[in-house]
């Protein structure tokens, strides 16, 4: 009798990939976002950014896709790099040549013609919608550019505010990441926010929202590292731009006031006053009344001229099919207001992540009862819901171990890359007590400070094992 063989497996095609579970999900989540695109293309008028935005863009999220099928990898850089060339780089090339944009980029130039010619990016008599400039003075800031150099021959294109948008959200994201200690992964998770439809829809369009969140998110950043004067300069650029932006300050000041003190708070908000005042304060002075009337009664519906953001939210509904309607908005709009301020008090946020969930949910709060509200601004709470995960995500990665002694004398751990240098702890105040008084905690596996338990922190002990290093992880939330 003969042997038979065992059947031979085949063997795999030179440069194919077995798909895993992440990428087929991967897959899924592109075409879906593909579908939406199209949707939006084909239910938008003919001709406008929108409708330009949706067609490249169902088309780049297909190819995107493509990619994840052909890899084994989870968000792969030919993955990455297709979906953000095909939905934010090619429809803002398109938008630009055929000199298409969002309206917010008009009202923006225009801002910035009045703030070089009178000192005031506000008109005293607005009589249309494109006469109000609802944004703060900040914001006018972008316009500048167009209002020097957009008569000169060649460089009209590159001086409209919608480059500078952009170049401000990939800056501030960037910088977000590196504060939140992602390292070399940095492109890739910020690839991985900026290809999602709500934000690569006002990325190409020029819309104004995304440089107001860039900002917001690197304040988050700096002050979940306990840096609160950095924290009050971005946040207060970012409050110096639009309303939208106001939110997050009580809710900065409360994390540093937990976590770091009320000196840490207190130097959080004067940084964010300064900026303000420098920034605002001149504008003000010089036309308060116009000031009032675009920045306040404009936005909230009580001027003369409707507000154009007129989504089908249910403030926007209780103010225009119910008597006094308007008067009841605002009133939920500050019950909501008191409540999320209770919450503060109550329970204070001890991290960024939890305190960027608690700005999210504040904003959508808002979003949804406000009587003049834009279903755009849904880029506020979803990029501060997703963005903490995600640097948790990517900040997962190995820590060069350290001596417990060492990092509790003194008060820092070192990561892996030199590139960052040392850094602080987490819960800094809790490794320097345990510095000044070292006691031993039988069985403990983490440094107080370093992803330790807030209860150890307060109790001022440290895993204290000089003969044996010990390993932190970035990116998990207090236990």
């Avoid at 675009?294 to 909230?300: A, I, N, S």
């Amino acid at each position: 009798m003969t042997a038979t063989k065992p059947t031979e497996r085949a063997a795999p095609v030179p440069g194919s990939a077995r798909p895993t579970q992440s990428s087929r999900t991967e897959t899924v989540l592109l075409a879906l976002c593909a579908a939406l695109a199209l949707a939006l293309a084909l239910s938008s008028p003919p001709g406008v950014p929108q409708q330009i935005w949706g067609g490249c863009a169902a088309v780049g999220y297909a190819a995107a896709a493509l990619a994840a099928v052909r890899s084994a990898r989870r968000w792969a850089p030919s993955t990455a790099v297709v979906a953000a060339v095909g939905t934010v780089v090619v429809p803002f090339v398109v938008l630009v040549v055929l000199d298409r944009a969002q309206m917010e980029v008009g009202v923006v130039e225009r801002a910035g013609d009045l703030l070089l010619d009178t000192g005031s990016p506000y008109s005293e008599d607005p009589v249309r919608v494109s006469d109000f400039n609802p944004y703060l003075p900040g914001m006018a800031l972008f316009g500048l550019p167009h209002a020097l150099f957009g008569e000169v021959p060649g460089a009209g294109l590159l001086a409209g505010p919608r480059w500078w948008f952009a170049l401000c959200f990939l800056g501030t994201m960037v910088g977000a990441a590196r504060v939140a200690g992602i390292g070399r992964r940095t492109r890739r998770a910020v690839a991985l926010v900026t290809v999602c439809p709500a934000v690569a829809l006002p990325l190409a369009i020029g819309g104004v929202d995304p440089p107001v969140v860039g900002m917001a998110c690197l304040g988050l950043a700096y002050a979940g590292r306990g840096d609160a004067g950095r924290a009050g300069l971005a946040l207060g650029l970012a409050a110096a731009l639009k309303w939208t932006a106001w939110p997050a300050l009580p809710v900065v000041f409360a994390l540093l006031a937990a976590r770091r003190g009320g000196r840490a708070a207190l130097r959080c908000a004067l940084s964010t006053a300064a900026v303000l005042a420098l920034v605002c304060a001149p504008v003000v002075v010089a036309g308060a009344r116009a000031c009032v009337q675009h920045v306040v009664l404009y936005p909230l519906g009580l001027a003369d001229v409707p507000s154009s953001a007129a989504s089908p939210l249910p403030g926007h509904l209780l103010a225009t099919y119910v008597p006094h309607g308007t008067a009841v908005t605002l009133a939920a709009l500050a019950l909501a207001a008191v409540l999320m301020a209770a919450s503060l008090v109550l329970r204070p946020p001890r991290t960024a992540w939890v305190a960027a969930d608690r700005i999210a949910l504040g904003l959508i709060l808002a979003m949804l009862l406000a009587p003049a509200s834009r279903s755009g601004y849904l880029i506020y709470p979803l990029l501060l819901f997703v963005w903490f995960r995600i640097a948790a995500l990517y900040g997962d990665e190995a820590v060069t171990p350290v001596r417990a002694s060492a990092a509790c004398r003194y008060g820092r751990v070192l990561w892996a890359r030199g590139t960052r240098g040392p850094v602080r702890p987490e819960c800094l105040r809790g490794a320097e007590a345990s510095c000044r008084r070292p006691r031993s905690v039988r069985g403990a596996g983490e440094l107080a400070g370093c992803g330790c338990p807030e209860r150890g922190c307060r109790e001022g002990r440290t895993a204290y094992a000089s003969a044996s290093p010990v390993r932190t992880v970035r990116g998990r939330r207090p236990r």
